[in-house]
């Protein structure tokens, strides 16, 4: 069972990454997922949390309108969308699985997770 997080990098203020987070050895349909990031000093947050169904998504206040998580059910990979980065977004990005697929939004209010990814580090600088 594994999560592999990719995508991270090196980008200027107002730019995009997209991140990726696959599945291999369970199903993510069967599951809630979530990204959540940590930045230096700071606790670990729950940034966006998505169910089985992909309907109503959560998203933390501070990513809202910015940020947008999807999935591939036939590709077991989840995506993370960044647009208008700000230097406080940087931070290390991980992601996770949770079952049922319900607790979507206790796993991100929560930081809760049955499996986690390595994490990719996300810069956001000039």
């Known amino acids: 069972v594994q999560l592999q997080a990719s995508g991270g990098g090196l980008v200027q203020p107002g730019g995009s990454l997209r991140l990726s987070c696959a599945a291999s050895?369970?199903?993510?349909?069967?599951?809630?997922i979530g990204w959540f990031r940590q930045a230096p000093g700071k606790e670990r947050e729950g940034v966006p949390c998505?169910?089985?169904?992909?309907?109503?998504?959560y998203y933390a206040d501070s990513v809202k309108g910015r940020f947008t998580i999807s999935s591939d059910n036939a590709k077991n990979t989840v995506f993370l969308q960044m647009n208008n980065l700000k230097p406080e977004d940087t931070a290390i990005y991980y992601c996770?699985?949770?079952?049922?697929?319900?607790?979507?939004?206790?796993?991100?209010?929560?930081?809760?997770?049955?499996?986690w990814g390595q994490g990719t580090l996300v810069t956001v600088s000039s």
């Open positions: 996770a699985a949770l079952r049922p697929s319900e607790t979507y939004y206790y796993m991100c209010v929560q930081t809760q997770g049955d499996y």
């Open positions: 050895g369970f199903p993510l349909a069967d599951y809630a």
């Open positions: 998505i169910s089985r169904s992909n309907r109503n998504p």
